[in-house]
C-alpha cells in the first residue's frame, strides 16, 4: 500500500521562475492538502483540494496555484519566485469527511531552493 | 494569523521521566485537536487526537489534555524513551488543518 510520494525531492530554482510540484495520495484518499514549510517553522496551510476543486486557502498570494486530477493526484504551481518561496512543500492526503478531524498522511515533502 | 502555537521551542527530558509539551490555540471554533511527532528527512506523522467534546484522550505512553477554557493542549508521555526524540507539532482542525511552530523533544538516555 503506498503513502503519500511526492516529486521532485529537490529541486533549485532562480528569481521569477515557475516551479510545479506533484503528489500521489495514499491508496483510497481523496483529498489532498498542501502545506509549506519554512526552516523552523510548522507547516503552514496553502490550500486543499477535494472533487478537482479547491475547497479551503489560508493565506497565499494568487501565485501559488493548484490542480487535483481525475485520479486524486495533486499539483501545486508556483509563478515568480521569490527568495521567501525557498522552503520544504508538504502533501497530506486524507478523506474528505476527516480532513479536519482525522490524521493527515504527509509525503516527505519537496525541498525548494530559489536562489 | 497563528491560531495554534507552540511557545517552547525546545525541550530536554532524562529517559523514563515525564515529557509535557504544550501548546495554545486562539480559534474556539476548531474542533479536533491533534498531535504529530517529525523526524528529520520524513514528513509530519499522526500521534494522537483529542474531540473538542472530551478533555482527555490516552494511548499507551501518549495522552492529550484538552482545557477548553484556558485554549490550551498538552502532550504527556510517559514514560520518555530515546526513541521519542523528534519534533512535536500541534494541529488544530475546523476546515482544514492548522499546525504550531513544533517543539523539539531531546530524551537523553
Known amino acids: 500500500d503506498a503513502g503519500v510520494t511526492q516529486s521532485p525531492t529537490h529541486l533549485i530554482k532562480t528569481r521569477g521562475q515557475q516551479v510545479t510540484l506533484r503528489c500521489s495520495p495514499k491508496s483510497g484518499h481523496d483529498t489532498v492538502s498542501w502545506y509549506q514549510q519554512a526552516l523552523g517553522q510548522g507547516p503552514q496551510f496553502i490550500f486543499q483540494y477535494y472533487e478537482e476543486e479547491e475547497r479551503q486557502r489560508g493565506n497565499f498570494p494568487d501565485r501559488f496555484s493548484g490542480h487535483q486530477f481525475p485520479n486524486y493526484s495533486s499539483e501545486l504551481n508556483v509563478n515568480a519566485l521569490l527568495l521567501g518561496d525557498s522552503a520544504l512543500y508538504l502533501c497530506?492526503?486524507?478523506?474528505?469527511?476527516?480532513?479536519?478531524?482525522?490524521?493527515?498522511?504527509f509525503g516527505e515533502g519537496s525541498r525548494l531552493t530559489v536562489l | 494569523d497563528q491560531q495554534v502555537k507552540q511557545n517552547s521551542p525546545s525541550l530536554s527530558v532524562q529517559e523514563g521521566r515525564i515529557s509535557i509539551l504544550n501548546c495554545d490555540y486562539t480559534?474556539?471554533?476548531?474542533?479536533?485537536f491533534l498531535w504529530y511527532k517529525k523526524y528529520p528527512a520524513e514528513g509530519p506523522t499522526f500521534l494522537i487526537s483529542i474531540s473538542s467534546i472530551k478533555d482527555k484522550n490516552e494511548d499507551g505512553r501518549f495522552t492529550v489534555f484538552l482545557n477548553k477554557s484556558a485554549k490550551h493542549l498538552s502532550l504527556h508521555i510517559v514514560p520518555s524513551q530515546p526513541g521519542d526524540s523528534a519534533v512535536y507539532f500541534c494541529a488544530a482542525g475546523l476546515n482544514d488543518m492548522r499546525f504550531g511552530a513544533g517543539t523539539r523533544l531531546t530524551v537523553k538516555p
Open positions: 480559534n474556539s471554533m476548531f474542533d479536533y
Open positions: 497530506a492526503s486524507s478523506l474528505w469527511q476527516g480532513a479536519h478531524t482525522g490524521e493527515l498522511f
